[in-house]
């Protein structure tokens, strides 16, 4: 029994999350703690290596702190770190890795004040796994055809700059950037990427110590280089923030100040064709038992999705008493759950920062918001996956001593569509089958058989079956008189 077979081959993903400690000094001593009103952290510039069967990644862990001494100032501090995990297996690649930082606190240590916080990294590993299946074979068979996939990874990092006049600045105070990757598609040897980076500038006005705040949302389009990719691909992808500066330039004739931002995004993804090819379902001889395996041939295409839901409401806040609010600072957004149920994507979390307040003094205080919410995105998909979500500007107001919060939140999230194929992927001959004594079989059709119907049924190769019957066909229509004849020895 000849069987003719090929290849394809899968990259199944592993994500392993891995949550280490970091901390750094920030040359305050430890009497200036209730000093501190804002305190964000961040990591830029990921990195990862591989020595025998681990991967070493690491980062820079960046600290922005609002200190509130005699005037507002900003303390800037930065820690690298570098782990190490394990290789889910020794054939396995890293595909992306992805930061958040989280508990960001205040630590006292020998006088001193430090910034410490969680950094948990999920890693998302690349299996290559190869898959073999039966394509044709010298017996009758019962055929099918499935979608495999072709996959293309792609990669690239963006530049882009902004510009905006401000009153005279003393100094910046805190800077923040979002990014929210709301399409991506592909093109003839090429992945675009498309989105929205939401910049935040929180400063200090020269004059009046007035503080100001700048949010930008800047679009971008970025084309990534994806050799192979064409415009049938499915394609998606992820975008990361790698890098944010800001200049300021004093005009003291106009007594303004120029702001420039510049911003470096980092892509990763992958453009998949997918390729139809023949494959077996089922096998059959009347002359020998054949015994086929059977595997699952699964494919996997992902579509991007992006939504936007508006959320308000009273926060969680000690509203301090007889002040006055001035701006929201360290804003960001945490998932706490997301469920797809009844063709509707339900994400819940928190949207968080820090409030900032003056008194009739003006002595500024900041406390801490929380505001939660749920909201509900129309969605057909089977699954979904990387669901993330981005809050835009931050609106806050105080109503009857209360405080409360607004924003857009953008939720993209990548939807699957899955399908199975169930496939011979190899034959084995077992023992020679007796013939039938009877020298007539006779079989009555039902409607939507198939020439593999009638020959199991009557146990005779299908050209025999053609040969007595040359005025059928398949499939049939029903009651269909089939007869075959046999020699008798």
């Known amino acids: 029994m000849v069987a003719e077979k090929?290849?394809?081959?899968?990259?199944?993903?592993?994500?392993?999350?891995?949550?280490?400690?970091?901390?750094?000094?920030?040359?305050?001593?430890?009497?200036?703690?209730?000093?501190?009103?804002?305190?964000?952290?961040?990591?830029?510039?990921p990195t990862y290596d591989r020595e025998d069967d681990l991967i070493v990644y690491g980062g820079l862990a960046t600290f922005n702190a609002v200190f509130g001494g005699d005037e507002l100032m900003r303390i800037e501090a930065g820690?690298?770190?570098?782990?190490?995990?394990?290789?889910?297996?020794?054939?396995?690649?890293?595909?992306?890795?992805?930061?958040?930082?989280?508990?960001?606190?205040?630590?006292k240590e020998g006088g001193m004040l430090y910034a410490a916080a969680t950094v948990v990294a999920e890693i998302t590993f690349g299996l290559v796994v190869e898959n073999e299946f039966v394509t044709s074979l010298d017996a009758l068979t019962k055929s099918g055809t499935a979608l495999i996939p072709v996959e293309r990874a792609f990669g690239g990092s963006y530049e882009f700059s902004d510009e905006f006049e401000e009153k005279k600045i003393k100094r910046v105070l805190q800077s923040q950037a979002r990014v929210a990757l709301k399409s991506v598609f592909a093109r003839e040897n090429a992945v675009v990427c498309e989105g929205e980076c939401v910049i935040s500038v929180l400063m200090l006005a020269f004059s009046d110590g007035e503080v100001l705040k700048t949010v930008r949302r800047v679009p971008f389009s970025f084309e990534c280089d994806c050799e192979g990719a064409s415009s049938d691909d499915c394609a998606y992808g992820d975008a990361a923030v790698d890098k944010?500066?800001?200049?300021?330039?004093?005009?003291?004739?106009?007594?303004?100040?120029?702001?420039?931002?510049?911003?470096t995004l980092k892509f990763v993804g992958a453009a998949?064709?997918?390729?139809?090819?023949?494959?077996?379902?089922?096998?059959?001889?009347?002359?020998?038992?054949?015994?086929?395996?059977?595997?699952?041939?699964?494919?996997?295409?992902y579509t991007g999705a992006c939504a936007t839901e508006r959320?308000?409401?009273?926060?969680?806040?000690?509203?301090?008493?007889?002040?006055?609010?001035?701006?929201?600072?360290?804003?960001g957004v945490e998932i706490a759950d997301n469920r797809l149920i009844d063709g509707r994507l339900n994400v819940s979390g928190v949207l968080f920062g820090s409030a900032l307040f003056a008194d009739g003094e003006n002595a500024i205080t900041s406390r801490k918001f929380e505001l939660p919410f749920s909201v509900?995105?129309?969605?057909?998909?089977?699954?979904?996956?990387?669901?993330?979500?981005?809050?835009?500007?931050?609106?806050l107001k105080l109503r009857a001593g209360r405080l409360e919060a607004e924003t857009e939140l953008v939720v993209t999230y990548r939807e699957i569509e899955k399908s199975t194929y169930n496939a011979v992927i190899d034959v084995f001959e077992g023992e020679k089958k007796v013939g039938e004594a009877s020298a007539i079989s006779v079989y009555v059709g039902r409607c939507g058989d198939t020439e593999w119907d009638v020959t199991k049924r009557l146990g005779v190769p299908a050209e025999e079956i053609i040969k007595f019957n040359p005025e059928l066909v398949f499939p049939l229509t029903g009651d269909e008189k089939i007869v075959v004849y046999r020699k008798i020895k």
Not at 17 to 35: M, P, Q, R, Y
Not at 244 to 263: A, F, G, H, I, P
Not at 311 to 331: F, I, M, N, Q
Not at 378 to 394: H, S
């Open 244 to 263: 944010l500066s800001l200049k300021v330039y004093v005009d003291e004739e106009k007594n303004r100040s120029d702001v420039s931002v510049e911003v």
């Open 311 to 331: 959320v308000s409401g009273a926060a969680t806040c000690a509203v301090p008493e007889y002040s006055r609010l001035l701006k929201c600072v360290g804003e």
């Open 376 to 395: 509900a995105v129309v969605c057909d998909a089977q699954a979904v996956d990387n669901v993330k979500v981005t809050a835009e500007e931050v609106y």
């Open 6 to 45: 090929d290849k394809y081959y899968n990259t199944k993903a592993v994500v392993i999350t891995e949550s280490n400690a970091v901390s750094c000094s920030l040359n305050l001593s430890d009497e200036n703690e209730e000093k501190v009103l804002s305190l964000t952290g961040e990591v830029f510039q």
């Open 79 to 107: 820690a690298k770190f570098s782990f190490k995990t394990a290789l889910p297996e020794k054939e396995a690649t890293v595909v992306k890795i992805e930061y958040r930082v989280e508990n960001v606190t205040l630590k």
């Open 272 to 301: 998949i064709n997918f390729k139809q090819t023949q494959i077996i379902c089922d096998c059959y001889s009347p002359e020998i038992e054949l015994v086929p395996s059977f595997a699952p041939i699964e494919t996997i295409k």
